[in-house]
């Protein structure tokens, strides 16, 4: 069995190290382009791959060329996660339950919360179905060009949690930040879906001023390893999340 990463720039991906190194699984990175989309779920069908997950900037655009998608994906318009059952494609999202984990391991509960999150992507749509989900009271989302913009969020006075879905403040681009917490009177806590760097500008700030935060890893871990038990149609002992989480810690501070 066979499985990859799909996306248009992986070179400081950690999922290979996460399948292949640390759970011996065959595991590879393919970088593809827009319109080499359908070639690749070919070959997939073919048998190159007994399953993949996908990243940027396809977790929507992959959903027409699958058989079949889960209802949370579906609920979620975005697939990160493929099982190849002979030929047929199934698309699930694990990161639903990765970002669960995430607010979790913050001490976040979305419960009655005004929550903000950034971004209009992928992760922005797992976002706002979480927070539906979790009985959040009132869910808005910014986007660079949205009626919500990052000149105009800051109105939203009563904001108490807020996500960020956004690549800005990933690596190498470090010293970057999709928006300036101190500027939201009534914050409470602040996750962010990046974990390279491990502590982003934002997480960084959010520390600073006493809220409650936490990065992508968590996520970024709980993900991959819901993604395995589908691949594998087998559980996965949870006690490996912890030590899973540190091994890759000390990836980060290598890189």
Not at 53 to 77: F, H, Q, R, S
Not at 192 to 203: F, H, K, M
Request: proline share 3%; hydrophobic share 35%.
């Amino acid at each position: 069995m066979k499985f990859c990463l799909l996306g248009e720039k992986l070179s400081h991906s950690l999922s290979k190290v996460i399948h292949e190194e640390y759970m011996k699984l065959s595991y590879d990175l393919v970088e593809l382009k827009q319109d080499e989309l359908v070639g690749f779920v070919n070959g997939v069908r073919g048998g190159t791959y007994s399953g993949f997950n996908i990243t940027i900037p396809y977790k929507k655009a992959i959903i027409p060329l699958l058989d079949e998608v889960d209802d949370v994906a579906a609920e979620i318009g975005a697939v990160n996660t493929v099982v190849n059952r002979g030929g047929k494609l199934k698309g699930y999202n694990t990161d639903i339950f990765g970002m669960k984990y995430m607010l979790d391991e913050a001490g976040i509960d979305l419960k009655g919360k005004n929550v903000l999150i950034l971004g209009t992507g992928g992760t922005s749509e797992t976002s706002e179905v979480l927070a539906k989900r979790e009985g959040a009271k009132d869910i808005k989302k910014v986007g660079r060009t949205s009626e919500i913009n990052y000149g105009n969020c800051y109105e939203l006075t009563d904001t108490q949690v807020i996500i960020n879905a956004t690549p800005v403040g990933m690596y190498p681009h470090v010293g970057d930040k999709p928006i300036d917490v101190k500027l939201f009177k009534n914050l409470e806590g602040v996750v962010d879906c990046i974990y390279n760097p491990y502590e982003t500008l934002l997480i960084k700030e959010s520390k600073e001023l006493g809220l409650k935060g936490a990065n992508g890893l968590g996520m970024l871990v709980v993900q991959g390893l819901k993604a395995e038990e589908l691949w594998l149609d087998k559980p996965i002992d949870n006690r490996l999340i912890a030590p899973l989480t540190e091994y890759l810690k000390e990836k980060l501070r290598e890189w």
